[in-house]
């Protein structure tokens, strides 16, 4: 029995269950298939047999499931709702303590979704950085560009990273945000190239990539109603945009 579970509850999602259970090494469930016992009582009794799930369903469906079965933060197993279609990857058990955060992004960079984060820790880190690099750059290439571009902000101020799909598997990248236990957020080429520039196009990069700019439009879509407070800056073949979030008025009140 592996360690992170899929659940399905309809047979329309099996695609997408299959794609999970291949990209996260997870075991797959399709209650319909245990024509002994109902879905519930399946997904019940297996609940504790596995550190993490994913439960490809509506939230509302997830939280019946899960109606009496938490009990602490510190043993519950990690769970993530995702629809299904993949839009969102919403962290509802076990956040920090059993990794769902974490698992959400998992979940998005293997499918598209957003991971919708809603610990407090993460909402109180205002800044987002883009990422772009040439491929074969060192985890310490990066964190020195990253130090540059921050300036006096500090890496404990940091959410997450964004970074252009084809960057996903870039070592270096990896082994940065492993090392700062940052979460990874891989936006589309398609949602790059559908978003209005703001700086300075770049020729190789549409050359390359087939888009105007990875780091800005990378860390502007993941923080959607950040401003951008350091434009592109470049150091050995790495670039980093800031974006922070601004508390709105209602927020302040």
């Known amino acids: 029995m592996k360690p992170i579970a899929v659940w399905l509850t309809r047979r329309d999602a ?3 269950g299959h794609r999970l259970a291949a990209g996260l090494d997870a075991d797959l469930y399709q209650p319909w298939l245990n024509a002994g016992e109902t879905p519930r009582e399946l997904f019940r009794r297996q609940f504790r047999l596995h550190r993490q799930w994913v439960m490809v369903t509506a939230a509302g ?13 510190h043993q519950d197993p990690a769970v993530v709702v995702l629809d299904e279609a993949a839009r969102f990857a919403i962290p509802l058990l076990s956040g920090h303590e059993g990794g769902a955060n974490a698992l959400a992004y998992a979940v998005a960079r293997l499918t598209g979704a957003t991971p919708a984060v809603t610990t407090a820790t993460e909402a109180l880190r205002p800044l987002t950085l883009g990422i772009g690099c040439r ?7 990066i ?9 006096h902000r500090t890496l404990a101020e940091v959410r997450e990273i964004a ?3 084809l ?5 270096g990248l990896l082994e940065f945000c492993t090392r700062h236990q940052l979460p990874l957020r891989v936006i589309a080429r398609a949602d790059i190239a559908a978003r209005a520039w703001l700086g300075q196009p770049s020729a190789w990069v549409q050359q390359q990539v087939g888009v105007d700019g990875v780091c800005e439009p990378c860390a502007l879509i993941a923080s959607p109603r950040g401003q951008l407070i ?6 050995d073949g790495v670039t980093v945009a800031v974006v922070e979030d601004r508390m709105t008025q209602l927020e302040q009140d």
């Open 163 to 165: 970074t252009i799909d």
């Open 135 to 141: 491929r074969g750059k060192t985890a310490d290439a």
């Open 14 to 16: 099996l695609p997408l």
């Open 167 to 171: 960057k996903a598997d870039e070592a």
């Open 143 to 151: 964190e020195q560009a990253v130090t540059s571009a921050l300036g």
């Open 230 to 235: 350091v434009p592109k800056t470049a150091l």
């Open 61 to 73: 469906i997830a939280a019946r499931y899960l109606d009496g079965l938490p009990e602490s933060k």
